[in-house]
């Protein structure tokens, strides 16, 4: 059975970094793509990375390029997303996702919510001073 776990949520100040990382059991993480979704509040779900199990290609949305990092361990079978330069906008809750019939991130359509069927409890990511 797919499970995921996210971790490392909290609250931080504007400018500040936090490090999310997503545990998986019950499959090899390192066989499919693992994406980054997050919710803000009152909002829907938005893609923010997505890395693939081929080559390794990430892909970002616009409004977190250059400031996160998606990257894979694939010996302790997780995945993680340093965050750096944190502004408020960045707030919400932060899920891990994948999809056991997508060995790669699906290059146009990775940023959609429907596009992943397994999808972790989410951590909570605050930033405000």
């Known amino acids: 059975q797919v499970h995921l776990v996210e971790s490392g949520g909290g609250l931080v100040q504007p400018g500040g970094s936090l490090r999310l990382s997503c545990a998986a059991s019950g499959f090899t993480l390192g066989s499919y793509a693992i994406a980054w979704f997050r919710q803000a509040p009152g909002k829907g779900r938005e893609g923010v990375s997505c890395?693939?199990?081929?080559?390794?290609?990430?892909y970002y949305t616009d409004s977190v390029k250059g400031r996160f990092t998606i990257s894979r361990n694939n010996a302790e079978n997780r995945v993680y997303l340093q965050m750096n330069s944190l502004k408020p906008e960045d707030t919400a809750v932060y899920y891990c996702?994948?999809?056991?019939?997508?060995?790669?991130?699906?290059?146009?359509?990775?940023?959609?919510?429907?596009?992943?069927?397994?999808w972790g409890q989410g951590t909570q990511v605050t930033v405000s001073s």
């Open positions: 890395i693939n199990s081929s080559d390794g290609r990430t």
């Open positions: 996702a994948t999809d056991l019939s997508e060995h790669d991130c699906p290059i146009r359509t990775w940023q959609i919510e429907s596009e992943f069927d397994d």
